[in-house]
């Protein structure tokens, strides 16, 4: 009997290895495009880092990294359901029992305040806060205080938290901030006559880009006023991550973008726990000791748009958020500035906008991380 003929085999060799040739150089291209792993081993133990809307997407994964690094994590959301179930899963799985969850309403003063009280009365130290939940071109709402829900949120939240906090970072120091933005900022404009959108058109997605822009404002000018006190800020783009903050972009709502582009998309899209390694990358790397007021593109450092290295701007925006918000004590003259909290003394301080409505409970859903 004659040897059977491997040539219905060989043909199938070259097809196979080219295609695992393809799949091998896609899945190298994409961990390029995409940034890769924070590169840095250190650990974290005995130190206290507070991440933001923590529930879900890179916020949850910064949470789970760092706690694989023995940190001690305080998850701040505002879904606490989802915001305990989440962190149950972080201890279960780095078998880290130091993460916490506590509630934090990004929408709300109030709520900003209560977390903040609770983590000055509860924690020996803050060594580092990660300001990283967000919303993204969401339905035109208004934060509890009134506030542009984008602006209120991405920005406003963030500022009073991080001034809140400022005495605490200091006392842990050398201590690190963390501002996640965007590089939607390179399109954003601040309108200082109109920053809630209460004479113009509302248009979701220059209100994104004006958020995104105020967190690398807010993050060179909180640098200027941390010199000499041991704290380090600094802003990072994290790139493009499948997350649900990105719902209301319109993104695979039609037939052609869900079968043509998809393939494309999936190529530069990162995954939540590659997302979260820039977070991680700056909370942690030993090269980013001492350094601080730059912005990262994911974790190459770059230079912000030119709007956003705009000194006067940064300082408008420092002052008119200090009187949103209810800070005092923050001269630009007298650096680093003392922080202090006031009460509003009136409902009319609050509120710049009108009253919440039925949009704005709808809104509300998106802050917070969940």
């Known amino acids: 009997m004659p040897p059977r003929s491997s040539g219905g085999m060989n043909k199938y060799v070259l097809p196979v290895s080219v295609f695992g040739t393809a799949l091998g150089a896609a899945a190298l291209l994409k961990n390029h495009v995409t940034g890769g792993r924070c590169p840095s081993k250190a650990t974290i133990r005995g130190k206290t880092v507070i991440v933001t809307g923590a529930n879900t997407g890179i916020g949850k994964e910064t949470a789970r990294e760092l706690a694989k690094r023995g940190g001690r994590i305080i998850m701040g959301c505002r879904d606490m359901e989802k915001c305990e179930e989440a962190a149950k899963e972080i201890r279960g799985t780095t078998l880290n029992p130091q993460v916490y969850a506590c509630r934090l309403d990004l929408a709300s003063g109030k709520s900003i305040r209560e977390f903040a009280e609770r983590m000055k009365r509860e924690q020996q130290r803050v060594d580092v806060l990660i300001n990283n939940a967000g919303v993204m071109r969401c339905p035109a709402g208004r934060t509890e205080d009134g506030f542009d829900m984008q602006f209120g949120v991405n920005h406003l939240g963030h500022f009073l938290l991080t001034n809140l906090l400022l005495d605490k970072l200091k006392a842990s120091a050398p201590s690190r901030v ?68 990105g719902r209301h972009t319109g993104l695979h709502q039609s037939q052609f973008s869900s079968s043509v582009l998809s393939p494309f998309f999936s190529m530069l899209v990162k995954s939540p726990d590659m997302g979260a390694q820039p977070s991680v990358y700056l909370a942690v790397s030993e090269e980013m000791e001492g350094v601080t007021g730059r912005y990262y593109d994911v974790m190459t450092e770059k230079e912000p748009a030119p709007q956003a290295l705009d000194e006067e701007a940064a300082r408008q925006l420092w002052e008119v958020s200090s009187r949103l918000v209810g800070l005092e004590g923050l001269e630009e003259s007298n650096p680093p500035a003392e922080v202090q909290s006031r009460a509003p003394q009136t409902a009319g301080e609050q509120r710049p906008g009108p009253s919440p409505g039925a949009a704005v409970d709808a809104a509300r859903l998106e802050a917070g991380g969940g």
């Open 178 to 245: 963390i501002n996640l933005t965007s590089l939607a900022h390179v399109v954003g404009k601040m309108d200082f006559v109109d920053l809630n959108w209460e004479k113009r058109k509302f248009d979701t997605k220059q209100a994104y880009c004006q958020s995104k822009l105020a967190n690398v404002l807010f993050t060179r000018e909180l640098a200027k006023r941390l010199r000499g006190t041991g704290v380090t800020v600094n802003a990072t783009h994290p790139g493009v991550v499948a997350t649900d903050l």
